[in-house]
């Protein structure tokens, strides 16, 4: 007779979930015994730590658009899947988390590993049940599937270890409250009113200078954004979730927004008239037009996030493609394309920029060349995940994505420790392609290293269709990111008893574990070293030593953060001369390209 535990597999499998990311615990046991008895339907992947399966199943959603899963034990297992859970939650995936309990009978006896999951679990799932009888899981099962996919979100279930081995009950007893429930769900056409359609029509054919900006929530209507801003003569700015969305060899996509944004991205939206934001929730106002400058239009299907980023005149709560489709045969094309000509010159100029930055000197290699250097060998391919700190920034401004290429990172939470999960996560997905992670070494050592043991234990499978996944981590031994906003957001200079972490030899830690292991510390070998990497015959860390002095250099320097940037330096900052040549000469050469720009015959 199968157990409870055989038939929530059972169900999930009905959901089309086939690979569960978790750690085992006896407050699993009943499910331990049945993975054992699926067979490998579902299969379980044993990751380092329960952290690291909950981003695990988050990057499966993102990169397949499939529910994604984790398991954890009761008590510290649990409380282990929060920052990979909340990742998925901010992020908008859906994810189904299975958690332990304490037997019933013992449950208000402070017995041990007694926690409450469901006060634990509440704020980062839309949807948390305890099961308390047999014919309660096949509607838990469905409901919890049926919340994720629908609201894009996380549902928890949580099974005392009794219940997880009582008999199934696939069919409740017909009785007063019994509840039969299937499985089964579609995506809805969700598109506005016509009377909307027409008002945003009218607004975004008025404009003369129309700034796009587009998310993850665009990620699947990329030839109708192409089309929307080629009829509009617009230029398409990217959020970090929406990195992929538009490949960057289209001349009017100005790169990403915000801090870590382009110049190109910032003149946009400093001239812009009008605002065309599709499925994004970009949270930093300042770099948006003022209030007042432009009029707006929003599509996103969460009618609560329209109009909360920016005063919107028009309210188009959508799916991103259906309601393009239907918006598209309003738009008239422009005829003035000026401004889509003021647009491809400032990317222009932005590219570069980044190619004068990269190749400025430092001690010992400039970390905006190890992005340089992997962007034109990417593979056609290629799916590329970062890390929260500044390795951020040189994916976010160097990586010339393709299309059909896959990019992601923890984008709302903005947690270190997500882009080796997420690497290794998008690898299980999609054995047939390379990946590579561009992360730091403080995120690395925070829980990067240990997962390589996961990549060793999975080693076959992983690398038996295509063997490049590759680790780039950037050893500055600086929490760097940090380092940069106590300057500018704090006024303080760097405080080395928090943000000096020490040497590590991360590619020899590779090869201890058979890996390739490729150490970098002089700018004149970085190219010769991505090759090599990218053509490994199975994993590579490549360790390249970096300058922490380069600073990332907003594309515009607000008042507040130069001034609280001076600040540091008075006050006796351990890098001060350095961090004032570098940024200097950093920022020099925008002025240095736009002069280029300014020049007679330049453009001739």
């Known amino acids: 007779m199968p157990k409870v535990a055989d038939y929530v597999l059972q169900r999930l499998g009905e959901w089309g979930v086939h690979r569960i990311y978790g750690y085992p615990g006896d407050g699993i046991n009943g499910f331990l015994g049945a993975l054992d008895r699926a067979d490998g339907d579902p299969e379980l992947i044993q990751p380092r730590h329960e952290e690291m399966g909950a981003f695990m199943a988050g990057a499966h959603a993102k990169f397949t658009g499939e529910l994604g899963c984790c398991i954890a034990t009761s008590g510290g297992g649990a409380i282990h899947l929060l920052n990979g859970l909340y990742d998925a939650k901010l992020d908008h995936q859906p994810v189904v988390a299975i958690v332990g309990q304490q037997k019933r009978l013992s449950l208000g006896a402070a017995f041990q590993q007694e926690i409450d999951p469901t006060v634990l679990l509440t704020d980062v799932s839309e949807f948390v049940q305890t099961c308390m009888h047999p014919a309660q899981a096949r509607q838990l099962v469905d409901r919890a599937c049926k919340v994720a996919l629908s609201n894009r979100t996380v549902a928890t279930i949580v099974f005392p270890v009794d219940v997880q081995e009582e008999d199934a009950q696939p069919s409740p007893p017909r009785t007063h409250g019994a509840v039969y429930t299937s499985v089964g769900w579609t995506r809805p056409r969700v598109i506005p009113p016509d009377t909307e359609l027409a008002k945003a029509a009218e607004i975004l054919n008025e404009g003369s200078k129309v700034a796009m900006l587009v998310g993850q929530g665009a990620a699947e209507a990329q030839d109708e954004v192409v089309a929307a801003a080629e009829l509009l003569g617009a230029g398409v700015a990217k959020t970090l979730l929406g990195r992929e969305v538009l490949p960057d060899d289209l001349p009017y996509v100005t790169g990403p927004i915000g801090l870590l944004g382009s110049t190109a991205s910032y003149e946009l939206m400093k001239d812009a008239d009008t605002l065309f934001m599709i499925g994004t929730s970009f949270p930093y106002a300042e770099w948006l037009p003022e209030e007042g400058q432009a009029k707006a239009v929003e599509i996103d299907i969460d009618g609560r996030m329209i109009g909360v980023r920016y005063p919107v005149q028009a309210n188009l709560v959508g799916d991103s493609r259906d309601t393009l489709t239907a918006l598209l045969p309003l738009l008239r ?51 590329v995940t970062t890390d929260s700190g500044s390795a951020t ?167 507040e953060l130069g001034k609280k940037s001076a600040m540091a330096m008075m006050k006796g900052d351990p890098e001060e001369a350095g961090v004032i040549t570098k940024g200097a000469k950093q920022k020099l050469h925008e002025f240095t390209e736009s002069v280029k720009d300014a020049m007679p015959g330049r453009n001739e």
Not at 343 to 365: F, G, N, S, T, Y
Not at 410 to 418: H, K, R
Not at 442 to 464: C, I, P, S, W
Not at 516 to 521: A, F, R, T
């Open 393 to 559: 920034n040189w994916w976010a401004q160097y990586l010339r994505l393709g299309r059909g290429m896959r990019a992601s990172l923890a984008g709302t939470l903005a947690t270190m420790g997500a882009g080796t999960p997420y690497a290794i996560g998008a690898k299980f997905a999609y054995p047939d392609r390379p990946v590579i992670a561009l992360v730091g070494d403080g995120a690395f050592q925070m829980n990067g290293m240990a997962e390589l043991v996961t990549v060793k234990r999975y080693l076959d499978r992983l690398t038996a269709q295509n063997p490049t996944l590759v680790f780039c981590v950037l050893n500055n031994q600086d929490l760097n990111q940090v380092t940069w906003e106590q300057r500018a957001e704090s006024g303080d200079p760097k405080f080395m008893g928090t943000q000096w972490i020490p040497d590590v030899p991360y590619a020899e830690f590779a090869k201890l574990l058979g890996f390739e292991g490729i150490k970098v510390d002089d700018p004149a070998d970085l190219g010769a070293a991505w090759d090599r990497a990218l053509a490994a015959n199975g994993p590579c860390v490549l360790e390249v030593v970096t300058d922490p002095e380069i600073p990332p250099v907003p594309p515009h320097i607000k008042k």
């Open 333 to 383: 094309r422009k005829e003035d394309r000026s401004w889509r000509e003021k647009i491809e010159k400032e990317v222009e100029q932005w590219w570069r920029v980044l190619d004068d930055r990269a190749h400025e000197p430092a001690d010992p290699v400039n970390p905006q060349l190890v992005a340089y250097e992997l962007s034109s060998r990417l593979p056609e391919d290629a799916i």
